[in-house]
């Protein structure tokens, strides 16, 4: 079993990812209460942990003697719609913390493997050169790795940058070819809006005002996807995500089938009474699990199940 170290873990996307994997989780480590209440909602056996990775110290990082460190930093300073601020933004002193512990630690307690996902922005910032110096450095080996889901077949765009980097050998990584594409009436439920009376609906006000810049998905269109879904769908109304069109009206997607886009375990939810405004936020800043899964292969130890 690879023993795997989850840091950002935010709601478990990359618990998700391994669960029928080779990999006993041995910590999850994030600084949002209410990404972690979700997080032990749908893993109640991890140990999910409160920490703030800017003042983590070496000690907790490896007294649980991962091999695997997974990391999914902060994306704001590296995103194209950001100021890009890249290392200048407060948002990256937790990664480069981790790079400066990495740095001083000894050999024996350095992880056999460490991956990390970020937005595609992040191949050409300061902070992928930073993080690059310190594993080489540290004899580590690496992979880049640009993804979409859309390459593995999943109607939903959410191109990320990968790394996968390891002391010892690795598979190359590439996405499967000539997949057959999965339509995207089967991520959807049949009446989100009786859930969420109201709030899924768009208004007559914001189509007048902003029809031509939504994007609205017809649902029977075999070659419909959606844009990725942001922390902020829900709160911003252009560019955060897409709507579909539902019976004479249009409708945001509800978390639950946004979660179902990025290939969440079905049994995936949230906790009772949470609002629908933070299950939006917290589903919008993880992870397409089957995206994961594919750049894991990298690991000759980890492979979890691929689809089939
Ligand atoms: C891009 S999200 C990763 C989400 C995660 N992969 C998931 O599946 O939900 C970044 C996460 O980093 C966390 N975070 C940001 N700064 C942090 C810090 N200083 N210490 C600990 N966690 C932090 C956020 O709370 C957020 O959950």
Known sequence: MVRALELFCGIGGFAAAVRDGNVRLVAAFDQNQEALDVYRHNCPHHEARRVDLERVSAWELTTCAADLWWLSPPCQPYCERGRQRDLDDPRARSLLHLLEIIERLPENRLPHCLALENVAGFKTSGARKRLLEALTTRGYHLQEILLCPTQLGVPSRRPRYYLAASRGAMNPVRAPMGLK????????????????????????EILTRFGKGLRILDPDDPLAYTTCFTSGYGRSIINAGSYLQCRGSVRRFSPEEIARLLHFPAGFGFPEGMALRKKWHLVGNSLSIIAVQTMLTAFPDILPGQRQ
């Open 181 to 204: 594409p999965y339509p995207l009436p089967g991520y959807l439920d049949f009446s989100p809006t009786e859930e969420y009376p109201e709030c899924l609906l768009v208004s007559e």
